[in-house]
């Protein structure tokens, strides 16, 4: 069994280096199915996978959404916002269903509710205005469900925790419109984390410090 579970991860790796994501998220599947918690490397592979399939199509939803167009999308628009919605339930069910039930580790737990909520905004992006309202909430339980865990379980300089606020501000902003709140929340994650990264090891610390630029922007933006 161990085996196969290391044969699936390397083809997964192959399968992401060729810019494969499908295939990719496939042979994670199948490492998935065999009933053991992912590893630290295991669970950044299907996130990277993911983030290589829903990405493209977040890009080309947005493009097709611009004003400038000289013939009618709205076929297009609704075939992506649905493949959109689609890829996002996928992700959203297989972290519920299959990875959350068994995790204890807070630090796990933190990264797969976050998971939840990042693909719950995105599905936000391709969902009817009618039924906005509904994934917005759902959006942010989520967030909030793994900020009130981060609060007591990891650092306030942790990559993780910084990424988490990073996503629920921009969340707050773009969603709900709440431009006080998100620069608040920002702000708060940044303060807080101050020089405290430079416990950490170099890999995590260039993680930290390019999400704490990231939230610097939006506190400046933000504030104008």
Request: glycine share 4%; net charge negative; aromatic share 8%.
């Amino acid at each position: 069994m161990d085996g196969m579970r290391e044969v699936n991860v390397f083809m997964a790796k192959v399968a992401q280096e060729c810019g494969k994501n499908e295939e990719c998220v496939s042979y994670m599947k199948e490492v998935i199915n065999q009933g053991r918690p992912l590893s630290y490397n295991e669970r950044n592979l299907i996130s990277a996978a993911y983030k290589g399939i829903v990405g493209p199509l977040r890009d080309s939803l947005r493009l097709l959404q611009e004003d400038n167009h000289d013939y009618d999308v709205a076929g297009p628009i609704i075939e992506v916002s649905e493949l959109l919605s689609s890829k996002c339930d996928e992700v959203i069910n297989l972290i519920r269903n299959s990875l959350l039930p068994s995790v204890t580790e807070p630090e796990v737990r933190i990264f797969y509710i976050k998971m939840v909520a990042d693909y719950f905004r995105y599905k936000w992006e391709g969902t009817p205005d009618k039924s906005r309202p509904d994934v917005a909430q759902k959006c942010k339980a989520a967030y909030q469900e793994a900020s009130t865990l981060a609060d007591t379980s990891l650092p306030t300089y942790h990559p993780l925790k910084l990424g988490l606020s990073l996503n629920f501000a921009v969340f707050i902003y773009e969603i709900l419109g709440e431009t006080s709140e998100a620069y608040e929340l920002a702000t708060k994650a940044y303060t807080e984390a101050g020089t405290g990264i430079n416990q950490l090891s170099p890999e995590s610390k260039e993680e930290a410090t390019h999400t704490m630029e990231l939230l610097n922007e939006n506190i400046q933006l933000w504030h104008q």
